[in-house]
């Protein structure tokens, strides 16, 4: 049986269906499910999970331990190569790095530290030998190191940073040198107690020429934990989260390491202090020795979806179970989740942690097509180095904003440590300035999309120019003028149905949410056309004048990378009633970006007004929609009790609201009861008028 919304397609019953909810996680749990299943079954186990308040010290050592746990369990090899007993696997390593999030945040980003960082900067920049002299004890945990790329002076600006590692011809050895404090290495993971070694970045000098950053691989500490001569450094102590990891500083003084352990795979050195490198280009160079190191922007975008979705889970589950008022009944109050403030709360942020996870999928499909060799061009590092910046934005701060809502909308509950969210909120905090801030990625993708504009006009001749600008000089006016806006009114003839059935369709929403794209890159692009020709200091000033819109512009588009991600996982799904709701919950993801820019879409003459003011009816029809099914949508991740370990995730709201009821419901039928004052008044104002009309008649 079918029955028909609003338009006169056909959508499948689903008042009294359900999701198929084993055929929607797998879905979610995307091309490596085998993965992330070994990985949550060992994020299950309690020897993994956080010691919620235990102090800094007792949790570094915690965690430490949980390091060799993830060793004995094979957990954390499978992107190294094969002859040293890895897997060769880049996608599933990070698939599995990404679930451990579930069982201790900093157990996820000391394990990145150690293997995804540390240890990658040696596989990925070294050669061969390195690999053979140090990944064994790097996979083992014998050799515990550091990632020494961030300064105290300089964090995004990796290339400004001011370490020094100068040959010595005579004695054929790097001279590492830290000129001044700006220039400690800070932040550093593994830094403050446990690492022996470092992977050190610095400015690699020979021969009086600076050839820009390069990796080095340091010995830090003795046997006994002891800096080696030369080398220094302080604990960054407490911080906002993530205490489980020993964050510190490091610092050189006229250290001397020799020569094979620069980690020469895109630079080398040669005994009389020559340089060479198989890419001639020093900026190209600086961004393919980065891109290697992509994954740390990777799994945090999926560590980030990750741990909204176990937010989500535990406020969804408990706003199903928790009452409070009974604005409906007399004898029963209502369910949380049944209030329209509620669903707008929560549902639209559970259609945008759908929508990131299957957008993180595109990028780790992405990612391990790249590493694995099967699609290595320059072009597929590019495309992959701006997806990454693109989406661990969006999902880490969306993280935050997810959290915190949900933290609210478990009232008292929320804010308690033993449900988790507040915790977990925490520990994800530096999110959004790991791995690169998420203001400078956003610059960083506004830039390409700049470029592949500019790209797309570089060959053409005059005359096509020229065309394309009075097309867009038409548009300009045909769109602000207010034309678009009376063609569409007069389309809908003032009709909320119409203009509903408008909004709801997918090539509307995608056109919507490209043109908005292309429109900000495509304004900024023509102001700052005549920059190119001005000094320098002249043309930063034009760019720095259009920052704000630029970083809108990247940011939106990557908004419709995560809608285009959704639309093409709906277009897999078999199960009718599975692939209507799940196009509901896409359209409030869709629809909700497009409420949330209003604003612009009126003052460019995107949207009628007519269709402006039928945006939040509609989203708020959708939400009803949805109500019935957003608990199997969020049970259809899998997360068991061992994963959440938050009480009101677990049915015990439920016990203690039926316990409540049967406990009102006895006391009605006793003959004991209380009467109520308002009813006892009721009563007497009752018998009044009554006495009173009585009266009148005799």
């Known amino acids: 049986m079918t029955v028909t919304n609003e338009s006169t397609i056909p959508v ?23 993965v992330r299943k070994t990985a949550r079954a060992l994020a299950a186990k309690p020897e993994l999970h956080k010691a919620e308040g235990a102090s800094m010290n007792d949790q570094r050592s915690r965690v430490f331990e949980q390091l060799g746990i993830l060793v004995d369990s094979n957990a954390v090899h499978r992107a190294f190569p094969a002859q040293f007993g890895g897997e060769d696997n880049h996608g599933g390593n990070i698939a599995g790095f990404e679930e451990l999030v579930i069982a201790d945040p900093s157990l996820q980003i000391k394990a990145g530290v150690q293997w995804g960082l540390f240890g990658s900067a040696v596989l990925h920049l070294g050669t061969q030998s390195h690999h053979e002299r140090w990944l064994p004890g790097i996979m083992s945990l014998e050799i515990p190191g550091a990632f020494a790329m961030t300064e105290t002076g300089h964090g995004s600006d990796v290339a ?50 600076n050839h820009g950053v390069h990796a080095f691989y340091v010995d830090i500490r003795d046997e006994e934990g002891n800096f080696l001569p030369g080398i220094g450094g302080e604990d960054d102590g407490l911080k906002g989260g993530l205490n489980g990891i020993d964050n510190g500083r490091l610092h050189f003084t006229q250290v001397r390491i020799p020569r094979d352990h620069l980690l020469n795979r895109y630079g080398n050195v040669d005994e009389d202090g020559t340089y060479s490198s198989p890419i001639e280009s020093p900026g190209r160079r600086f961004f393919t020795m980065l891109g290697t190191l992509v994954q740390g922007r990777v799994s945090l975008d999926g560590a980030a979806v990750t741990a909204s979705k176990m937010g989500l889970k535990i406020a969804i589950t408990y706003a199903n179970q928790r009452r409070q008022f ?8 209502e369910v949380l989740m049944d209030y329209q403030r509620h669903q707008r709360r929560l549902i639209p942020r559970l259609a945008q942690t759908v929508a990131a996870g299957f957008a993180h999928e595109v990028l780790l499909e992405k990612f391990d097509e790249v590493f694995s060799g099967a699609h290595d061009t320059d072009e597929d590092r590019q495309d992959l180095e701006t997806l990454a910046a693109a989406l661990k934005p969006l999902s880490t701060w969306g993280a935050l904003d997810i959290l915190q809502e949900c933290r609210e909308a478990c009232g008292g509950a929320g804010f308690l440590g033993e449900n988790r969210i507040t915790s ?19 610059q960083l993708v506004a830039k390409r999309l700049l470029s592949d504009y500019a790209a797309e006009f570089r060959h053409l001749d005059a005359g096509v120019l020229a065309r394309f600008m009075v097309r867009r000089a038409e548009s300009l006016v045909f769109n602000r003028s207010g034309l678009r806006q009376l063609g569409q009114t007069v389309v809908d003839s003032g009709s909320e149905k119409r203009s509903a059935n408008y909004l709801k369709e997918e090539r509307t929403q995608r056109e919507l949410l490209t043109l908005r794209v292309q429109d900000m890159i ?40 995560q809608w285009e991600a959704f639309t093409k996982a709906i277009a897999g799904i078999e199960d009718d009633t599975t692939r209507q709701v799940m196009t509901w919950l896409r359209d409030v993801f869709g629809l909700t970006l497009i409420e949330k820019n209003l604003s612009w879409y009126l003052m460019n003459g995107r949207l009628s007004m007519q269709r402006a003011r039928t945006i939040s009816p509609y989203i708020n029809r959708l939400l009803g929609r949805l109500r019935p099914h957003v608990q199997d949508i969020v049970d259809s991740w899998g997360f068991t009790d061992d994963h ?28 004991d009861a209380p009467i109520e004052e308002k009813v006892l008044l009721n009563r007497r104002r009752a018998e009044r008028k009554a006495s009173e009309k009585s009266e009148v008649k005799s």
């Not at 590692?165 to 400690?184: I, K, N």
């Not at 009974?326 to 109050?333: C, F, Y």
């Not at 495509?522 to 020709?533: E, I, N, Q, S």
């Not at 959440?644 to 003959?671: H, V």
């Open 12 to 34: 499948p019953d689903v008042a009294h269906g359900s999701i198929n909810k084993e055929l929607l996680g797998e879905l979610q749990l995307g091309k490596w499910a085998d």
């Open 160 to 209: 400004s940073i001011a370490t020094t590692a100068t040959y010595d011809e005579e004695t054929q050895e790097f001279v590492l040198h830290t000129p001044h404090r700006a220039a400690w290495k800070d932040y550093l993971g593994n830094a403050a107690v446990h690492g022996k070694a470092a992977t050190l970045f610095a400015q690699l000098i020979t021969k009086g020429v």
């Open 326 to 333: 009974n604005a409906s009944s007399d004898t029963h109050e």
């Open 424 to 442: 977990l909120r925490q520990d994800l905090d530096i999110y959004v300035t790991f791995e690169g801030d998420n203001n400078v990625l956003l």
């Open 522 to 561: 495509a304004g900024v692009a023509d102001d700052m056309r005549a920059a190119a020709k001005l000094p320098k200091a002249e043309a930063a000033a034009v760019f720095n004048a259009h920052q704000d819109e630029l970083i809108a512009a990247a940011r939106s588009h990557a908004e419709l990378l």
């Open 644 to 671: 959440l370990r938050a009480s009101i995730a677990t049915g015990a709201e439920e016990t203690r609201q039926e316990q409540a009821a049967e406990y009102a419901r006895k006391l009605r039928a006793s003959a």
